[in-house]
């Protein structure tokens, strides 16, 4: 390639790179305001417009654990973990051999059950939240985190049957083969073969489902009370009728995403290769 080709090729990933950067920019910024109006006291957060001289504190923070006397986070805080990781896993668990029949081993018209599990995301989830409070209020099932945890396995498994077919697709046939012909059994076929190859994407679908599982408010909020209340919906109890204590809800706010950025975090490597598995042959 000449110099002359080169220069503006240079000059567009350059300019790329730096849009790049502006949007990431663009994105942070909320969260950074966040952060830091959680570190105001009450009366700094409420100027308008905000002072960013203003002395820093922990008040919010000791608010939201429940130091000054309010209600503490714990207990909402392990039902929104309980609630995400075993609907998670319980979707790695049932997803994998479905995705398995419909890519590996494709069973007939599997494009239209691929499509029938994608049409199940379409119905609105208000549209099934009375059935639902009825079905919980006449099993005995209501405040129960255990109705969570089928609500969002049931709710994650379509799209997860939908990431993981296209993972494993990329799948190599022969090593399968292989496999089988040295007398490899079915789960462990799935368990030692596929999974270790298709990892990146089935890290990918698992972090997708925890965070749809961990941001959940509606149906937490309509089925759950005192005993399974997850995080969104005890940050939701900050809102009262005395106002909007708006430092006490930016801690709060960032404590709960925490788990969440903090999963994305340790798991980008894998979301990365998971999301682009198969964009390149």
């Known amino acids: 390639?000449?110099?002359?080709?080169?220069?503006?090729?240079?000059?567009?990933?350059?300019g790329l790179g730096l849009l790049a950067w502006l949007a990431g920019i663009v994105f942070f910024l909320p969260i950074a305001w966040m952060a830091l109006t959680s570190f105001h006291s009450e009366s700094d957060a409420a100027t308008n417009p905000p002072s960013f001289a203003a002395p820093l504190t922990l008040d919010g923070?000791?608010?939201?654990?429940?130091?000054?006397?309010?209600?503490?986070?714990?207990?909402?805080?392990?039902?929104?973990?309980?609630?995400?990781?075993?609907?998670?896993?319980?979707?790695?668990?049932?997803a994998l051999p479905a995705a398995y029949a419909l890519s590996i081993r494709p069973v007939k018209k599997w494009t239209d059950v691929l499509f029938f599990f994608l049409s199940t995301k379409m119905l609105p989830v208000v549209a099934g939240l009375l059935p639902i409070y009825l079905f919980a209020k006449n099993t005995g099932m209501l405040d129960n985190i255990w109705l969570l945890v089928i609500l969002y396995t049931s709710m994650n498994l379509p799209i997860a049957v939908w990431m993981m077919q296209s993972f494993l697709a990329e799948v190599p046939v022969a090593v399968i083969e292989a496999a089988r012909v040295d007398g490899a059994k079915l789960p462990t076929i799935?368990?030692?073969?596929?999974?270790?190859?298709?990892?990146?994407?089935?890290?990918?679908?698992?972090l997708i489902c925890f965070i749809f599982s961990w941001n959940e408010l509606l149906f937490a909020r309509v089925l759950t009370g005192v005993v399974a209340e997850t995080a969104p919906?005890?940050?939701?109890?900050?809102?009262?009728?005395?106002?909007?204590?708006?430092?006490?809800v930016c801690a709060a706010s960032?404590?709960?995403?925490?788990?969440?950025?903090?999963?994305?975090?340790?798991?980008?490597?894998?979301?990365?290769?998971?999301l682009s598995l198969g964009a390149v042959k």
């Open 254 to 274: 960032l404590v709960i995403s925490l788990p969440v950025l903090a999963a994305g975090f340790a798991a980008q490597d894998k979301l990365v290769q998971g």
């Open 61 to 94: 923070y000791r608010d939201f654990f429940g130091t000054g006397g309010g209600a503490s986070p714990w207990p909402s805080l392990i039902n929104s973990t309980v609630a995400s990781l075993t609907s998670t896993l319980l979707v790695l668990v049932l």
């Open 233 to 248: 919906v005890f940050l939701t109890g900050f809102i009262t009728s005395q106002g909007l204590f708006l430092a006490k």
């Open 190 to 206: 799935l368990a030692r073969v596929v999974a270790p190859i298709a990892l990146p994407g089935i890290a990918a679908t698992a």
């Open 1 to 14: 390639m000449s110099t002359s080709t080169a220069t503006p090729v240079r000059r567009r990933g350059l």
